[in-house]
């Protein structure tokens, strides 16, 4: 399925990863904390490093294809997996920003959220197109089933939505 906004607050971390979930670092982060392992804007800031680099290396790459089918899929799998990255570094950061006003209703971290979460929204759009010049859609998943990358735009979208209507304190404390 899709996670949204609120999966991404009070979601947990992988097991043994060294990062630290949402709720974690904004208790931290409030408290002025040092952290203990990786931030989620660390993981953020990573992302998208990684899919500047995929960026531009399939820039770099797509006059050399030439006729080659193999690397002109290729490519267009790295730069569709690029715009995924640049969706979850904004989504990440969104999430980050609304999990802050959660916890202390400023009107500045909601705005900020909103503002990542349509970037997100922009970047899911892009990876729909990147996706649909490489797959054709509707595709079947043996695990998911039938999945429609463009149409979940729309829930994309909704997260802005729901970081407009959030309420603080919606969210408790990590369970200790």
């Known amino acids: 399925g899709f996670y949204t906004v609120r999966h991404f607050v009070e979601g947990e971390s992988m097991p043994k990863s060294g990062d630290l979930n949402i709720r974690e670092w904004r208790e931290r982060w409030l408290a002025k904390q040092p952290m203990d392992g990786a931030t989620p804007l660390e993981v953020a800031a ?46 990440i950061e969104g999430a980050c920003e609304l999990a802050l006003f959660d916890a202390n209703s400023k009107a500045a971290h909601q705005a900020a959220a909103i503002k990542h979460l349509e970037a997100a929204l922009g970047h899911w759009r892009d990876y729909a197109a990147a996706y649909t010049k490489q797959y054709q859609q509707p595709l079947l998943y043996n695990r998911v089933g039938i999945v429609d990358i463009p149409k979940l735009a729309a829930k994309a979208a909704a ?10 304190g919606s969210i408790g404390k990590v369970p200790a």
């Open 159 to 168: 997260d802005i939505e729901i970081a407009r209507i959030w309420k603080p």
């Open 46 to 91: 990573d992302l998208r490093r990684h899919a500047e680099v995929a960026k531009r290396t399939v820039a770099e790459l797509r006059p050399k294809q030439g006729t080659n089918k193999e690397l002109r899929l290729t490519l267009g799998d790295v730069e569709a997996f690029a715009c995924l990255g640049f969706y979850y570094a904004a989504k």
